[in-house]
T-cell receptor, first 118, second 117 residues
Framework: DVKVTQSSRYLVKRTGEKVFLECVQD?????MFWYRQDPGLGLRLIYF???????EKGDIPEGYSVSREKKERFSLILESASTNQTSMYLC?????????????????FGAGSRLTVL | AQKITQTQPGMFVQEKEAVTLDCTYD???????LFWYKQPSSGEMIFLIY??????QNATEGRYSLNFQKARKSANLVISASQLGDSAMYFC??????????????FGDGTTLTVKP
């Protein structure tokens, strides 16, 4: 069964700590994404990557960075965690079928990482 | 302006009845895709159905169908014969620029559906 695996389901960190959220996919997908989900705000894109070592800012990149050294792994980094970064973080991946073919860019999601910053 | 608007924060439906979840979108790109995802209480997002901007017919996947009205920029999800397991949050999403790889999907705020027995 194809999967996107997020390393931690629940994390509790203190303000100012450096936080790493890891995401691994086994589908050989080119694209990987980090979203955060907050009640009433839906999913907001933080960063995405369409190739190894490539990254693009999403809608809310401030306070975050990412790393993609290998195709299957996409890491989200909070350099200095703050309380307003308490949230559910969702990693997703997708393939590119080209030409907008059927189900192009369907996202496969991980189970999510719920981060609490105290 | 929001690119994806879901105007119903919460919906109730009786078991075995049909329900429509609304979604309107905003884009000037002629090539886009519309998606619906389901998020049960367990948290994992599940893909339900897809509609491409050039598709002539409305998409269907089992009990799910997408009522695509391009001129109105709406892509409502219809669930027929609701089941208790359909209780979840539902998200509408749009991917613009399907002819390029470096694209992103934008999500609405979601609709929480509760199916009553």
């Amino acid at each position: 069964d194809v999967k996107v695996t997020q390393s931690s389901r629940y994390l509790v960190k203190r303000t100012g700590e450096k936080v790493f959220l890891e995401c691994v996919q086994d589908m050989d997908h080119e694209n990987m994404f980090w979203y955060r989900q907050d009640p009433g705000l839906g999913l907001r894109l933080i960063y995405f990557s369409y190739d190894v070592k490539m990254k693009e800012k999403g809608d809310i990149p401030e306070g975050y960075s990412v790393s993609r050294e290998k195709k299957e792994r996409f890491s989200l980094i909070l350099e200095s965690a703050s309380t307003n970064q308490t949230s559910m973080y969702l990693c997703a991946s997708s393939s590119f079928l080209g030409g907008g073919g059927f189900r192009a860019n369907v996202l496969t999601f991980g189970a999510g990482s719920r981060l609490t910053v105290l | 302006a929001q690119k994806i608007t879901q105007t119903q924060p919460g919906m109730f439906v009786q078991e075995k009845e049909a329900v429509t979840l609304d979604c309107t979108y905003d884009t000037s790109d002629p090539s886009y895709g519309l998606f619906w995802y389901k998020q049960p209480s367990s948290g994992e997002m599940i893909f339900l159905i897809y509609q491409g901007s050039y598709d002539q017919q409305n998409a269907t996947e089992g009990r799910y169908s997408l009522n695509f009205q391009k001129a109105r920029k709406s892509a409502n999800l219809v669930i027929s014969a609701s089941q208790l397991g359909d209780s979840a949050m539902y998200f509408c999403a749009m991917r613009e620029g399907l002819d390029t790889n470096a694209g992103k999907s934008t999500f609405g705020d979601g609709t929480t559906l509760t199916v009553k027995p």
